[in-house]
């Protein structure tokens, strides 16, 4: 069964500090991996995916097979940054995301 | 607005009743997704349509769950004889993959649900 992990609740970062997030998983196949974000009294929305390789509003996640993590990162943490942050994969061809049970990021100014 | 829309935003029932939401997906996405979320945790898929069909259903979508899509557009989702476990936001969601493995999902803003 595919499986994910956010081991952090809470994470709690002062501006202009870096960021990371953490996501593991468990998944036998070949996943895609992708992080989602919802911004306060917002809809969820897709923030990136491994396959695309781009860098987000400053934010880059490296697919680490060997370590079965998918770990999102920023150099800089900003104010509007803070939000709930969802790490899934998904199997390709298989249209179902299994989501981990997010990490809720608050910037300090 | 041209996202995904969710129709009530909010539902109270008493347990015991019927309740149906609507989903209509982006015009041109011919995927649509209902998830299941409860407080702390992520979404949980529950099953998904490639038009009209249903093709997959998860084990958490019991007897008491039907989802449909008629003309292969707006989908909606019933629970009947709701539970007080049923309480949660359910969110839909819709897609139109593109050639290659990556697609991305459009949520709308969620039906929140509360079983009294």
């Known amino acids: 069964a595919q499986r994910v992990t956010q081991p952090e609740k809470l994470l709690s970062v002062f501006k202009g500090a870096p960021v990371e997030l953490k996501c593991n998983y468990s998944y036998s196949g070949s996943p895609e991996l992708f992080w989602y974000v919802q911004y306060s009294r917002q809809r969820l929305q897709l923030l990136l995916r491994?396959?695309s390789r781009e860098s987000i509003k400053g934010f880059t996640a490296d697919l680490n097979k060997g370590e079965t993590s998918f770990h999102l990162k920023k150099p800089f943490a900003q104010e509007e940054d803070s939000a709930m942050y969802y790490c899934?994969?998904?199997?390709?061809?298989?249209?179902?995301?299994?989501f981990g049970t997010g990490t809720r990021l608050t910037i300090i100014p | 607005d041209t996202g995904v829309s969710q129709n009530p935003r909010h539902k109270i029932t008493k347990r015991g009743q019927n309740v149906t939401f609507r989903c209509d997906p982006i015009?041109?996405?011919?995927?649509l997704y209902w998830y299941r979320q409860t407080l702390g945790q992520g979404p949980e898929f529950l099953t998904y349509?490639?038009?009209?069909?249903?093709?997959?259903k998860s084990r958490l979508l019991s007897d008491r769950f039907s989802a449909e899509r008629p003309k292969g557009s707006f989908s909606t989702l019933e629970i009947q004889r709701t539970e007080q476990g049923d309480s949660a936001m359910y969110l839909c969601?819709?897609?139109?993959?593109?050639?290659?493995?990556?697609?991305?999902?459009?949520f709308g803003p969620g039906t929140r649900l509360t079983v009294t």
């Open positions: 491994h396959i």
């Open positions: 899934a994969l998904t199997d390709f061809g298989n249209e179902k995301l299994t």
């Open positions: 349509f490639q038009n009209e069909a249903q093709l997959e």
């Open positions: 015009s041109e996405h011919n995927r």
């Open positions: 969601a819709s897609s139109f993959p593109p050639s290659g493995s990556s697609y991305e999902q459009y």
